[in-house]
């Protein structure tokens, strides 16, 4: 069952603007990561912050994570028609022997040039 | 490699045969991880492997569905009697260590059941 919910399913902005996007989750976590998946593709590894920080910076991302909500936001300035894609954020926690990675159902995201 | 290589890259079988997926990690990656992604849905975890000790099966639908890793390195993630149910995108992904380190997935197999 997935772990997460993207909020919103789907979302359309122009180039140049900024996209937002937020997962919420339901368990105790060690770190959440945020992944690209372009359409047929395989997924790429965006981003890791780790459940002691509340925000992350990696050129155009920008992360937070709150814990007492158990909530997070992927936020992308000065977007670009390459940006266009499914975004899923994916916990890493503690589910008994194994640290998998439960994904949320992700945010389709498109760029208009 | 420099990658994690997924092949085929599309499958299609008839329902009731039997298919094996084939997983290549990165050289080095101690844990592999085995995720079933339907259309429009985030993946969904299958199996998971430390080196060559399958520690977490329990993400595997059915008895129908075996995964292995003789050496710690190619895994192959093999379904008995395909059914229709079985049609997704079969991803898996390595990782440096076991938890805190990002993954990096294949492009996956497209397995469509007929």
């Known amino acids: 069952s997935q772990q997460g919910e993207e909020d919103p399913q789907a979302l359309s902005i122009q180039e140049g603007e900024n996209a937002t996007m937020n997962c919420s989750y339901k368990t105790s976590i060690n770190n959440l990561q945020w992944y690209r998946q372009n359409s047929g593709r395989g997924l790429v590894h965006l981003i890791l912050i780790r459940s002691n920080e509340r925000e992350k910076h990696s050129g155009r991302l920008r992360v937070t994570l709150d814990t007492s909500k158990k909530s997070s936001s992927l936020l992308i300035t000065a977007s670009r028609a390459a940006d266009t894609a499914s975004y899923f954020c994916?916990?890493?926690?503690?589910?008994?022997?194994?640290?998998?990675?439960?994904f949320g159902s992700g945010t389709q995201l498109t760029v208009l040039p | 490699g420099a990658g994690v290589s997924q092949s085929p890259r599309y499958k299609v079988a008839k329902r009731g045969q039997d298919v094996a997926l084939r997983c290549d990690p990165i050289s080095g990656h101690v844990s592999l991880f085995w995720y079933q992604q339907a259309l429009g849905q985030g993946p969904e975890f299958l199996t998971y492997f430390q080196n060559e000790a399958q520690l977490d099966k329990s993400g595997l639908p059915s008895d129908r569905f075996f995964a292995e890793r003789p050496e710690g390195s190619v895994s192959t993630l093999k379904i008995q009697r395909t059914q229709q149910e079985d049609s997704a995108v079969y991803l898996c992904?390595?990782?440096?260590?076991?938890?805190?380190?990002?993954?990096?997935f294949g492009s996956g197999t497209r397995l469509t059941v007929v």
């Open positions: 994916a916990t890493d926690g503690d589910a008994g022997s194994a640290r998998q990675l439960t």
């Open positions: 992904a390595s990782s440096l260590a076991q938890g805190g380190y990002g993954y990096t």
